[in-house]
């Protein structure tokens, strides 16, 4: 057994564990447990710049590389969809950010430990006491930040049935022709689901999207939302044919690969976040990180949050379930927006390929980044409101019900002042009064009682 006995063991030296890891050691004694290098992922993040401000201001931008790229507005009809993306989004050094993490927490006197593979763990009335490569380590508080593919997770009856999954697969790549017609900062997304296209997400197709990075390299991705995690070899495949044989991605035939970019993450349903009695979840193994926008937007945005519910849990004993569920909720802020992306991941993964192209339409018409921030999960409550009459003159009730769960159809329309009673009597007359429901009941009086009473 080892000596040390830790306020919180954290697994997982990622975006989740690091940053919080980082806000408790200033406070507590943390260990950090990562079974690679600490904060060496090589992901691509795209984080606001408000989100980014408030991460960086306490090191006054010293550690973090940042551009804005440079963007498109619609191009007509095209079936390349230029987007206006990302218009002051900035691109984060994520290593440069993670490593300065790393040093905080090692400032502070805690530890963080490479090279160690978490292996078990068994909580008891005092603590949890956490089995590594590297040993055996004690401590009052288990925080599980290792991503989509918890072990931890598994070990607990967590329904994950509800959960969606971006799989994704791309790379960065130098061009040795140059890049055609494309410029520094291009940003494009390409829907396969377009016009004829039969298939839809919720099918597994493809998302394809580019940046631009500079004269000569690009960063390409694919991405599909469903049910299931698509394995490697199929979005390897699917990448390869796409970036070699497509019309649309002409510039990217002779594509000279440096390095590949795959992985899945969550996009949660969970309407709560998740604990168990001495274990916190955070990060995309919580799952409560992806419904809003990219995930590590969302933890930058909640990690001192997040900490704070912990270090309260500390103080006051609370480390139950409860207490630790109670202490660690989001903001009710960022939970409300968690709640408007869930309905747009709904309507991505559920609706059928002619209803998303209405819902598309929809978007594009009044205003084309709207749309684009309905794919990247990004849509406001306030742009949602601002939509709302919109979709409710498109879509039926029933419609919504069957492609968002009722309950968010429900929220959606308290929270936009409708009364639901007279949308319902609405739509039921609607019903009645439509072509084929005329048809098939001719005569039919919506308002005799007895012929009421015969249906
Ligand atoms: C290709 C791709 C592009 C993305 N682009 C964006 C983007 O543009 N913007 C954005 O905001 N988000 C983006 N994301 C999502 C974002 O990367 C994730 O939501 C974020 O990394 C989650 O952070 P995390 O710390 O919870 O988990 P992870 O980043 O997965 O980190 C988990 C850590 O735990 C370690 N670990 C796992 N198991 C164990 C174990 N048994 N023992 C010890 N250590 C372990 C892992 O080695 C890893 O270091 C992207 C994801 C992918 C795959």
């Not at 619609?74 to 079936?79: A, E, K, Q, R, S």
């Not at 960022?334 to 978007?363: G, P, S």
Request: hydrophobic content about 40%.
């Amino acid at each position: 057994m080892h000596e040390d006995v830790f306020d919180v063991v954290i697994v997982g030296g990622g975006p989740a564990g690091l940053s919080i890891g980082s806000e408790l050691s200033a406070r507590c004694r943390v260990l950090v447990l990562e079974k690679g290098i600490a904060g060496t992922t090589d992901r691509f993040w795209f984080v606001p710049p408000e989100v980014l401000d408030e991460v960086t201001r306490p090191f006054s931008y010293g550690g973090v590389t940042r551009f804005l790229t440079r963007t498109y507005s619609m191009n007509g009809d095209d079936l390349a969809w230029k987007a206006k993306l990302y218009d002051s989004y900035p691109y984060i050094k994520d290593r440069e950010l993670l490593t300065h993490w790393v040093g905080v927490i090692r400032n502070n006197g805690s530890n963080v430990l490479d090279n160690c593979l978490y292996l078990d763990h068994e909580t008891d009335d005092s603590g949890v006491t956490v089995t590594s490569s590297l040993g055996t380590f004690r401590g009052r508080l288990l925080i599980d930040a290792s991503g989509y593919n918890s072990s931890i997770i598994k070990k607990y009856a967590i329904d994950q049935s509800e959960f969606y999954w971006w799989s994704v697969y791309g790379a960065v790549g130098e061009h040795p022709d140059g890049i055609g017609d494309m410029q520094v900062g291009d940003y494009m997304m390409w829907q396969t689901f377009k016009d004829a296209d039969p298939g839809s997400l919720a099918d597994g197709k493809p998302v394809f999207e580019y940046e631009i990075l500079d004269e000569k390299s690009s960063y390409s991705l694919i991405l599909y939302l469903c049910k299931e995690k698509i394995d490697l070899e199929t979005m390897k495949a699917e990448y390869t044919r796409i970036i070699s044989s497509e019309e649309t991605t002409k510039e990217f035939h002779n594509l000279k690969v440096s390095s590949f970019r795959y992985g899945w993450y969550p996009s949660g349903a969970l309407s709560q976040q998740i604990a168990e009695d001495r274990v916190a979840f955070a990060g995309d193994s919580g799952c409560w990180t992806t419904p809003c926008g990219w995930g590590m937007t969302f933890i930058l945005n909640n990690y001192r949050h997040f900490a704070k519910g912990i270090l309260t849990c500390l103080a006051n004993g609370t480390l139950d379930k409860q207490g630790i569920l109670r202490a660690s909720l989001y903001r009710t802020h960022d939970k409300y927006e968690i709640m408007m992306n869930v309905i747009a991941t709904h309507f991505l993964a559920n609706a059928t390929t002619v209803e998303l192209d209405r819902f598309i339409k929809l978007f594009r018409i009044i205003d084309p980044i709207l749309c684009e921030k309905v794919f990247t999960l990004k849509l406001s409550k306030a742009e949602l409101m601002g939509m709302l009459p919109v979709i409710l003159e498109e879509f039926s009730i029933t419609e919504l019900c069957r492609i968002i769960p009722a309950v968010g159809v429900k929220n959606l329309l308290l929270e936009g002042g409708y009364c639901i009673e007279d949308i319902l009597l609405d739509s039921i007359k609607a019903l009645f009064n439509s072509d084929s429901a005329t048809e098939e009941d001719d005569g039919f009086d919506f308002d005799d009682p007895k012929r009421v009473l015969n249906v």
